[in-house]
């Protein structure tokens, strides 16, 4: 199981980026999938989810109206897209994958990418 993430980097306030996870060796159709992050001395947060089986999206109330998750499950992919990107918005960004296979509750986690805004 991999889960890639790829996107991040250095952008000023204001700016946009798109975040990528591509996700290989598990049914990624049939898996929740989601975005977290985590800045310097604090707590891993979620940013924004998107359930496998049509369910509503939900999102950080932080980032409401500036980011939207979306997926292909054809290419295995899930994305982040980040539009007004704020200084607060620094922290690594990870992908996550949740699903049930044989009886058995998946938790998957990528290493994440760097996202820092500044000026």
């Known amino acids: 199981v991999q889960l890639v993430e790829s996107g991040g980097g250095l952008v000023q306030p204001g700016g946009s980026l798109r975040l990528s996870c591509a996700a290989s060796?598990?049914?990624?159709?049939?898996?929740?999938m989601s975005w977290y992050r985590q800045a310097p001395g604090k707590e891993r947060e979620l940013v924004a989810a998107?359930?496998?089986?049509?369910?509503?999206?939900n999102y950080l109330e932080s980032v409401k109206g500036r980011f939207t998750i979306s997926r292909d499950n054809a290419k295995n992919t899930v994305y982040l897209q980040m539009n007004s990107l704020k200084p607060e918005d620094t922290a690594v960004y990870l992908c996550?994958?949740?699903?049930?296979?044989?009886?058995?509750?998946?938790?998957?986690w990528g290493q994440g990418t760097q996202v820092t805004v500044s000026s």
């Open positions: 060796g598990f049914t990624f159709s049939s898996y929740d």
């Open positions: 996550n994958a949740v699903g049930w296979r044989w009886g058995t509750l998946n938790d998957y």
């Open positions: 998107n359930p496998s089986a049509g369910g509503s999206t």
